[in-house]
């Protein structure tokens, strides 16, 4: 057995890796959550913080004063979005790496549930259902990202071209490091796919993806306030085609133009309730139009609705969004207050 194999059995089965910002009220709360999951297992928590400053520490030093396997990284310059979170994966010191953004909240028995997994087979990617909530973590948006109601196996060309999409939510994503390391992974950075680029480039080498069918994460969404990419929506959105292209060979072209498609349709790009969710917080403006829709990829009627959206103020769509979301808390499951 080389030194090698024999350092990486050392390491712990599991690691979450938490790449953030300046955000800490929810990277707080984030960690908490990690932490009532993780502690009966004793499973390590690494924090790869971009801000630059102190904007974190008192969330680190009060979380890190509860659980001593919390371990804190300043970044010495910004990484961005895709440079952070790689960093923080190759930060984790473990065999398998989850990925979890600053505000997503863990499911108490996530943990063990993931833990079960791996050491039945330790597996090049785990995807991990989830369930998309509003921001103030009380209305369940959606169940569960994909449809199952079981555990199952995928071959990589079958998970990249039906279901790759719903990883780039990256705390879907559990990913074995010795695999992840072996990718350049600096070239997919830009893109805002840098970890799902790296994860279907190492699994186009005849691996299977294996999917856990139970929720356990909470994706905390619903408009795009909620997001800190909220002023690139539109290059976030044509980024995923851009990623999916760098794959080259690596993929068949028909996987290729399904994984582009399926992440177009998930994400009804291009139609009316697209555009309405996109001008009810201004992030479709007169400029963005210009720039992102009137030439880009979408269908002409779409355009054409973007194109008038654009021409009255943002606060009617903003009410009329209100409007449907408070139907949807009426009609959706409630989750307890945090």
């Known amino acids: 057995m080389s030194n090698a194999t024999e350092s990486s059995e050392k390491l712990p089965l599991l690691g979450v890796c938490i790449p953030t910002y300046k955000r800490p009220d929810q990277l707080r709360l984030c960690l908490l959550s990690v932490v009532r999951s993780a502690a009966p297992h004793q499973v390590p928590i690494f924090v790869a913080d971009d801000s630059l400053d102190d904007t974190n520490a008192a969330v680190i030093a009060e979380v890190s004063a509860q659980y001593p396997g919390l371990h804190w990284h300043r970044n010495t310059k910004n990484l961005g979005v895709d440079g952070n979170i790689l960093n923080s994966v ?33 597996r090049p990617f785990v995807y991990v259902n989830y369930a998309s909530v509003d921001e103030s973590l009380t209305v369940v948006l959606s169940e569960r ?8 196996e995928e071959s990589a060309e079958q998970f990249a071209a039906e279901h790759a999409w719903s990883m780039a939510f990256i705390g879907a994503c559990v990913v074995q490091k010795s695999l992840w390391a072996a990718v350049d992974r600096q070239k997919y950075v830009g893109t805002w796919y840098a970890h799902v680029g790296t994860i279907l480039e190492f699994l186009a080498v005849r691996h299977s993806v294996y999917l856990v069918a139970e929720p356990l994460v909470l994706n905390r969404c619903g408009s795009a306030s909620a997001f800190t990419w909220r ?5 976030v959105l044509s980024g995923w085609g851009r990623m999916i292209d760098m794959l080259g060979d690596m993929y068949p072209p028909d996987v290729r133009v399904r994984a582009a498609n399926a992440f177009r349709q998930a994400h009804r790009m291009g139609s009316i309730p697209f555009f309405v969710y996109l001008r009810s917080s201004n992030t479709l403006t007169k400029e963005t139009y210009r ?12 355009r054409a609705a973007a194109w008038l959206m654009v021409q009255f103020d943002h606060r009617l769509f903003r009410f009329a969004a209100d409007m449907t979301f408070k139907f949807r808390r009426l009609k959706n499951r409630r989750l307890s207050p945090e």
């Open 145 to 152: 990202s994909l449809q199952m109601e079981a555990d199952r």
């Open 231 to 235: 002023e690139s929506t539109f290059d």
């Open 90 to 122: 190759d930060l984790c010191a473990a065999r398998h790496a989850w990925i979890m953004g600053e505000d997503d909240r863990l499911l108490p028995h996530a943990i063990a549930k993931v833990l079960d997994v791996l050491r039945s087979r330790e």
């Open 291 to 302: 720039k992102f829709v009137r030439g880009g990829p979408y269908p002409i009627w779409g």
